[in-house]
């Protein structure tokens, strides 16, 4: 008995599951295409701003790049990690005792 109750209970709910909505009625399905034709128009009109963004910054880098002038950059406006030698970046150690340090130096 404790097997066949819920066993019951989920085939009467098997078939709710599986069950069609009725058919839209005529003021539905034109409320539901009105809807679709404005999404569909303002994805139009996001997609015409976005070409119109895109093409502007292309024109701007195209005319950024074709005066740019190749050469050798300032020593001041290289960043810090160009500048560093090879293999010398990171902590190093030092034989002077640190200001952190709470105990004397070892003998």
């Known amino acids: 008995m404790k097997v066949i ?22 003021e539905q399905q034109s409320a539901a295409d009105q809807k679709k034709a ?14 119109r963004v895109q093409d502007r910054i292309a024109a701007q880098f195209g ?6 002038t190749l050469g050798q950059t ?18 190093t150690g030092g034989k002077a005792q640190s200001a952190e340090a709470h105990s004397a130096p070892a003998r």
């Open 5 to 26: 109750l819920p066993l019951l209970v989920c085939i009467a709910t098997a078939g709710q599951a599986y069950a069609r909505l009725p058919p839209l009625t005529p």
């Open 38 to 51: 404005e999404e569909a128009q303002k994805a139009r009109e996001e997609q015409e701003a976005l070409t």
């Open 63 to 68: 005319r950024k790049g074709a005066g740019a």
């Open 74 to 91: 300032e020593q001041g406006n290289l960043s810090q990690k160009s500048v560093e030698p090879a293999g010398s970046a990171g902590p």
